[in-house]
């Protein structure tokens, strides 16, 4: 990349004002025409908004944006769109039951006669398209048939159909496995051969670094920092991310397993779709001990959770905690028993939004002698004193104690979950996703209590779709696949065999 | 402006200014049908309130008269408010009220001869009883089946109001072949009067006989604040709220989610059946066919939308709705503008109460005219467990 390639965008001053909060202060964001260009940020950075701005959704107060040397005016993604901008979301815009072609020229169908919609051109102008780019693809399979990396595939082959030229990618490997990840940074180097630009959003460092060639770095609505990335590394990132020096390793000792907590023995259950989502899970987590689970979201992870929460019913099986068979145990007496349950969606399931954090931090607790009289009267008092206990010891950044869930950032509420759940000292901690869309400071602090749970002799299973997450945590991993656990491994396996695991390859090797 | 009284502020914007936008329509409506709004309103506040009287009116009366009014519309208020609290919509306060007053009257006629410390609180206990009946019937349909509340309460409704026809039209509590009233209950199931019900006695300048309001003044507003601490300041509100506000986290963290809506809706019965049983022990001593065409359960609904769900906001609705009840007449009489603008002023105010609603809906389709992706922000600090609004209508 030569230092004088003209500036594919320029913006230049961007600011925006939301309601209590300044989004995008005087942003200057430039990029220039075939890079790989990566924005990070934490969470309410303003990446989003100064995307969102680029692509015509969100009008900046003022500001200033030039693509190709020409000052622009982008009233909507349609302007966006007729300049060679595209934008592929974090959440699919896709039709399930439509074909991958069907669904690439949705809006911009090639017709013949009256109005027929021309299969043949449709299927001539993908077979280009892909050809060009090397992204292969079936245009008559049905887009609810692919896996997510095919199905992200379509979403770049149908920003590239309208004619883009500067793609943004929104949290792209979000959903990937670590392959599709692989496989989209070789489609991206492919684009940006051919003369496309891209702009990569992400909050995973790793991948930043493999991927981009200059680096924005924003803060609280600010650029903090212009980055080359063959001169950078993963802590300078960090450090101007979140605003202080940042631990990126976790640091622990090593483990000290001791008796066995809870055993698994043969579990089966079935999904939310009434399909068998468990097909006979065994293993046993010890006192003392990290056991994370790996595996590509959807193989069964979220319903062995609940099942051992007790707020799922198992189909077979049996779960043991201490001698005690708490198979069919509902949720309410199992956390009696000591079993505490941080679920994966934190605002679905982990907290009740509109209660203050002392209302959530005694959630499914409200009936316990400590914050209620013979389970009728609230102990008001001991539910504040805690909850100022909670918010002083987990670090959980609010003007009080009486501020809505809903107001806390992402960061925020998973504390207060964690804060609630390890709290009452469990002797087995579930920890579902427990870092998703947490800041990286605050992971940082969520990664040292857990640890610090380990090490005061509490059993913990971890599930992370996270490959990085639970390598770096776990004192042993089990790899789960299609409902079951297809190998038990220690934590210093490569990543490449634990993403041969995941995805159905090698358990054989593995067992052998 | 102090962070509380911002906050008070902005919670009593909402109702408050429903209720002055219901009152600038109804007066334009008074004045395009060629009345004078300033006399009807001067009717209203004087029926209602016995505030600014001007035609001989006795103001003690109208409060009296008021008050009996606000007493059935706060307890049914509470039976609307509860489950709202747990995300039920309880239509059926009606069918429950009626229930409660034929269960106080079939023992109050049955049992006539007990003395009062015996019958009234039979009466009472018994009309609760027949009331978290009929609610409870909805909420283990709701929690077993999954039968909508809505659905179910209305039809309730219908069984309660023929129920009563059947009682007093030819049916065992009917007082007299050709009557549509039923047998007068036991004097010691009649809830005392506020003031002797002597006529030789004159209070006000009125015989003291001529002023209905009763003791049932006092169960209501302990109603209220019963319901005010069970939301509030005990486990099972606090298992409602969470159930009104997420169920599935309730359910993950442990609350059981039919437990919580039977229990509510039996409660919400009781309070409903209680307004009957009251109704019937402090003013008529018997069934009538007046209460064929009841509707304090309806306003009820809006009684407790309008109060926002909380125990004051309930009484201080109660009060706005049952003086114009009772305002009506004398407008009518004063000014002679109709009665009826009472019902459009009503409707009015449940209107722009409504209209609010809108809020609610765009909040759940981001992206529908602010930005969808609003960055989280800090707000200014609000006391914890105390009165906040229900769920439909933001604070």
């Not at chain 1, 319903?303 to 001698?323: C, Y």
């Not at chain 1, 806390?408 to 920890?431: C, D, F, H, T, Y």
């Not at chain 2, 309880?90 to 019958?119: H, R, W, Y």
Request: net charge neutral; aromatic share 6%.
């Amino acid at each position: 990349m030569s230092e004088s390639s003209p500036l594919a965008v320029d913006m230049r001053g961007i600011t925006k004002q939301f309601p209590g909060v300044l989004a995008n202060n005087h942003v200057d964001f430039s990029v220039r025409h075939g890079e790989i260009h990566a924005l990070v940020g934490e969470n309410g950075a303003g990446k989003s908004t100064l995307m969102n701005i680029l692509y015509g959704l969100i009008h900046p107060d003022s500001g200033e944006i030039v693509i190709d040397g020409k000052t622009v005016h982008i009233t909507g993604p349609r302007d966006a769109i007729g300049l060679g901008i595209g934008m592929v979301h974090q959440h699919f815009m896709l039709i399930p039951v439509f074909s991958v072609g069907e669904n690439i020229m949705l809006g911009r169908e090639p017709v013949t006669g009256p109005d027929f919609y021309d299969h043949s051109h449709a299927r001539a102008a993908i077979a280009d398209l892909t050809k060009s780019y090397g992204l292969a693809l079936d245009p008559d399979a049905r887009m609810g048939d692919l896996p997510v990396g095919l199905q992200q595939r379509a979403e770049i082959v149908k920003v590239l159909y309208r004619g883009a030229n500067i793609l943004i990618l929104d949290e792209p490997t979000g959903v990937l496995t670590p392959q599709e990840t692989k496989e989209l940074f070789v489609v991206l180097r492919d684009l940006v051969k051919s003369g496309k630009t891209i702009i990569f959003i992400s909050h995973k460092l790793k991948e930043v670094l493999e991927i981009s060639d200059r680096i924005t770095v924003m803060r609280r609505g600010k650029v903090v920092g212009h980055l080359t990335t063959r001169e950078t590394n993963e802590e300078e990132i960090a450090t101007l991310m979140v605003g202080r020096e940042v631990l990126l390793r976790v640091d622990k000792k090593p483990a000290q397993p001791g008796a066995v907590a809870m055993k698994v023995e043969d579990l089966t259950a079935s999904s939310d779709r009434s399909v068998p989502a468990l097909k006979g899970v065994s293993f046993d987590l010890r006192y003392g001990e990290i056991l994370g689970i790996a595996g590509v979201e959807g193989n069964g992870q979220s319903e062995l959770m609940e099942v051992l929460a007790g707020t799922r019913r198992a189909t077979g099986g049996r779960v043991v905690l201490a001698d005690r068979d708490i198979t069919t145990m509902d949720a309410n007496t199992e956390r009696d028993a000591g079993v505490a349950f941080i679920p994966e969606d934190r605002r679905g399931t982990g907290l009740v939004l509109g209660f203050s954090i002392a209302e959530n931090s005694i959630l499914g607790r409200e009936r316990t002698a400590t914050f209620s009289w013979h389970e009728f009267v609230l102990r008001l008092v001991a539910i504040r004193n805690w909850a100022m206990r909670l918010v002083k010891d987990y670090d959980i950044r609010t003007p009080s104690i009486d501020v809505a869930a809903r107001n806390l950032s992402g960061g925020n509420q998973q504390k207060v979950i964690v804060a609630r759940e390890m709290g009452s000292n469990p002797k087995v901690l579930l920890a579902a996703q427990p870092t998703r869309g947490v800041d990286i400071g605050a992971i940082e602090f969520i990664h040292r209590q857990i640890v610090k749970e380990r090490d005061a002799g509490a059993a913990v299973l971890l599930v992370s779709a996270e490959l990085d997450e639970v390598r770096s945590l776990s004192d042993r991993i089990a790899v789960m696949y299609e409902g079951k656990i297809v190998s038990i491994e220690p934590p210093d396996t490569p990543e490449e065999r634990l993403g041969l695991l995941m995805t159905g390859g090698g358990a054989r090797a593995g067992a052998a | 402006m102090p962070p509380i009284a911002r906050r008070l502020a902005g919670g009593l914007a909402m109702p408050l200014g429903s209720v002055v936008l219901a009152f600038v329509i109804g007066a334009v409506i008074v004045a395009v049908t060629g009345g004078n709004p300033l006399d009807a309103y001067s009717g209203l506040l004087c029926g209602g309130l016995g505030i600014a009287c001007s035609q001989g009116e006795n103001p003690a009366l109208q409060v009296s008269t008021t008050i009996v009014y606000v007493i059935p519309l706060i307890t049914t208020g509470v039976a609307v408010a509860l489950p709202f609290r747990a995300g039920l919509f309880n239509i059926g306060a009606e069918g429950q009220l009626l229930a409660g007053m034929m269960a106080c009257t079939a023992i109050g006629v049955k049992f006539s001869d007990l003395p009062s410390p015996i019958l009234l609180p039979m009466v009472l206990l018994g009309g609760m009883a027949a009331g978290a009946v009929w609610a409870g019937v909805p909420g283990i349909l709701k929690a077993t089946v999954g039968a909508h509340e809505v659905v179910t309460t209305i039809m309730l409704n219908y069984v309660a109001q023929w129920l009563l026809r059947y009682l007093i039209i030819g049916g065992p509590l009917q007082l007299a072949p050709g009557t549509s009233k039923s047998l007068t209950i036991g004097p010691g199931a009649w809830l005392a009067r506020v003031l002797p019900n002597d006529n030789s006695l004159v209070i006000f300048g009125l015989p003291a006989g001529v002023f209905r309001v009763h003791t049932g003044l006092l169960l209501a507003l302990v109603a209220a604040a019963a319901f005010a601490f069970l939301l509030w300041r005990t486990s099972l509100g606090y298992e409602i709220r969470a159930v009104g506000q997420s169920q599935r986290a309730a359910r993950y963290a442990g609350v059981s989610v039919a437990r919580t809506i039977i229990v509510t809706m039996l409660i919400a019965g009781a309070f409903a059946g209680l307004a009957g049983a009251i109704q019937i022990a402090g003013v008529d001593h018997n069934l009538t066919d007046i209460y064929f065409s009841d509707t304090t359960g309806f306003d009820a609904i809006a009684v407790a939308l309008l109060g926002l769900g909380s125990a004051v906001g309930i009484v201080l609705a109660a009060i706005l709705f049952g003086a114009l009840h009772a305002g009506g007449s004398v407008m009518q009489a004063d000014a002679g503008i109709s009665g009826s603008l009472v019902f459009v002023l009503q409707a009015l105010i449940l209107f722009s109460i409504a209209a609010n609603f809108i809020g609610q809906i765009r909040r759940l389709i981001p992206g529908l005219g602010r930005p969808a992706a609003l960055p989280p922000e800090m707000p200014p600090a609000a006391p914890m467990m105390t009165e906040a609004a229900v769920p439909p209508v933001e604070p």
